[in-house]
């Protein structure tokens, strides 16, 4: 059940930090752009699309969704990274499969005090650390009659610009985001059944809107200092 491949969840997270009157210490140093390195800065709506399939495992199975959209917005400076609305589904918009089915639905949205983080060094090929903070999903697995879990928390994940060879999916020139084995944990409102942790593995495309306001997401976006 945990298999609650909410492994949508894109995962991603790590609280925003503020100092009283100082500006975030993630938010100095990092751009977002349109397209390209040299580009204008970009601040507005954002999408995240599930590439290939999201899975979740844990001590008792594990299972997957083929399909993930999640939409928010971000500001230039990597600050205020917040998910409005987020959808996880199995192939033609059904349960996600695996050991069992899960239906799974986003909580207490928006998730907000996310961010993007240039990484100078670029640990392990990454450009970037993408955060999607305070986020809660709700899994109703098909078993025992259905058992409800809910997972939530913050995770921290990879983040690769369209250029770099060594983001996750090479076949998709789109800016990406990579959750690789990271834990979830149970969160209050679970069945008993439910194991305490779960690990997910992700990828996501990210774009932002060409046309402020349109709800078309076809703007390339590029993390640079």
Known sequence: MARIRQTAIVGTAALAVLAAGVAPAYAAGTTIRKGSATAAAYSGKVQASLLGTATVSSSIGSGSCSQSTM??????????????????????????????SSTITAQNLPWT????????????????????????VKAVVDIFGGITCVFGGNLTANGYNGDNGSR??????????????????KQSGSSFLCP??????????LRGEAVAGSGTYNQALYVTS
């Open 71 to 100: 939409t928010g917005s971000i500001n230039a400076d990597g600050s205020a990274l917040n998910v409005s609305a987020a959808t996880f589904t199995g192939t033609g918009g059904g349960p996600c499969s695996g050991s069992t």
């Open 113 to 136: 005090g996310g961010n993007v983080t240039f990484d100078p060094a670029h640990t392990g090929g990454r450009d970037a650390t993408v955060t999607i903070a305070n986020f809660k």
């Open 168 to 185: 996750p999916v090479t076949t998709s020139s789109d800016a990406q985001v990579g959750v690789k084995n990271a834990t979830v944990s």
């Open 196 to 205: 305490s942790t779960a690990t997910v593995t992700a990828t996501y495309a």
